[in-house]
């Protein structure tokens, strides 16, 4: 019973995988989609070393180990590609695998050996999960140990990087962007959890029993469940349309150039329209800045910037700009009898004279005079 419920479940990872991977989802999914596979063919590994039955398939003796060095930049890949819709990995970014290709590079030689001599090897001492052939420079107690300080160190700092963004998505209005930031929050967290009781188990094997020593990969195996169990749960939610700025922009063919130029692509479009929703909903807050619209939007600044740049052709802070003047123009025009410093509240200026600069330069009157003109126009209409 055991090996089926365990077999079903490692299927599961692997077709969520895979799924991830060819559908046409948001580069943070596909980057997931490679974790949960990885994750399913370690566990097949892990399942064949536990039945005593490894022997039987030689040649994927180790493998398993190189796995765990891979877990930890791609979780941290997943996380900022979540909260940056252009995430791309570049080639700065491999030097995040050099732990991986160091044991590649120490495991070489190993793998280089005849399925004979690497089934004589493992049959020397197949005793428990936790003894296994030791091969190159270091044990497989110290490689475990090595691979769970990665990924804790991955983990962490990737969760400090989205955690401000975290909090607004699970304080949403939207229910889409609640149970994600609940996804979010707590797979990181279950994955941060067991590679901790690992990282102790490992490193205190003599005080713990063996069943005590299997609670952190149990608690690993379930996070990484939970995670696929949840993304086949509610697909309408993240893997086949993730949040809509997040998405991949769509260029049809032979209208890259007209796409480029006038910015009409979907990605473009749902982004201007968010800028401005948000600025509609928040623009009388003087606490309303590019960062906190960022937040708004679960983007970074930075990505932020650059494609209201891109989009507008002005940079989001005049744009905010222009977009508080534009309604101050519209109160002033509209109710000429308002108090003046009211009207500078409600539109979000701190201060007078840094609104009268603003708005002269913008509409080429003063404020004041604007309001007198104004008054006269209604006066005039009124008789």
């Not at 090897?121 to 999960?129: F, G, H, S």
């Not at 044990?139 to 475990?144: A, E, L, M, P, Y």
């Not at 205190?204 to 949840?230: D, I, K, R």
Request: hydrophobic share 45%; charged share 20%.
């Amino acid at each position: 019973m055991y090996s089926w419920v365990y077999t079903i479940l490692c299927g599961l990872l692997l077709f969520n995988g895979l799924s991830l991977i060819s559908r046409k989802v948001a580069v943070n999914f596909k980057l997931l989609g490679v974790f949960y596979m990885l994750f399913a063919y370690q566990m097949f590994i892990t399942h064949f070393r536990v039945a005593g039955t490894i022997y039987l398939l030689p040649h994927l003796f180790k493998t398993g180990s190189l796995v765990g060095y891979l877990y930890g930049p791609i979780f941290y890949f997943f996380l900022n590609a979540t909260i940056q819709a252009d995430f791309k990995l570049r080639i700065k970014n491999f030097i995040h695998f050099i732990p991986f290709l160091l044991h590649l590079i120490e495991l070489f030689p190993f793998f280089l050996l005849s399925a004979e001599e690497k089934r004589i090897l493992y049959l020397k001492n197949p005793q428990t999960y936790f003894m296994d052939v030791d091969w190159g420079y270091f044990s497989q107690r110290i490689h475990t140990i090595l691979k769970c300080t990665f990924i804790i160190a991955y983990t962490i700092f990737g969760y400090f990087k989205i955690e401000p963004i975290l909090k607004n998505m699970v304080n949403s209005e939207v229910p889409q962007n609640r149970i994600f930031g609940s996804f979010l929050k707590w797979s990181t967290r279950l994955l941060l959890i067991s590679a901790v009781l690992i990282l102790i188990t490992y490193s205190l094997y003599w005080l713990f029993p063996l069943n005590f020593q299997l609670l952190g990969h149990y608690t690993f195996f379930v996070s990484a469940v939970f995670g696929a169990l949840f993304l086949m749960l509610f697909p309408e939610i993240t893997g086949w349309s993730i949040l809509s700025f997040a998405k991949e922009p769509v260029i049809e063919a032979g209208d890259t150039h007209n796409s480029k130029t006038h910015k009409t692509d979907e990605l473009s479009t749902k982004i201007q329209e968010s800028f401005t929703r948000v600025m509609e909903e928040n623009f009388s807050n003087p606490d309303l800045d590019v960062g906190k619209i960022a937040q708004l939007l679960f983007m970074s600044e930075r990505t932020l910037y650059r494609k209201i740049k891109e989009i507008l052709g002005i940079s989001p802070n005049e744009v905010l700009l222009e977009f508080r003047l534009k309604k101050a123009y519209e109160a002033i025009q509209n109710e000429p009898g308002e108090m003046l410093g009211n009207i500078i509240k409600q539109t979000g200026f701190m201060t007078n004279s840094y609104f009268s600069r603003c708005f002269k330069k913008k509409y080429g009157i003063l404020p004041s005079d604007f309001q007198r003109e104004s008054r006269f126009k209604i006066s005039e209409i009124k008789r």
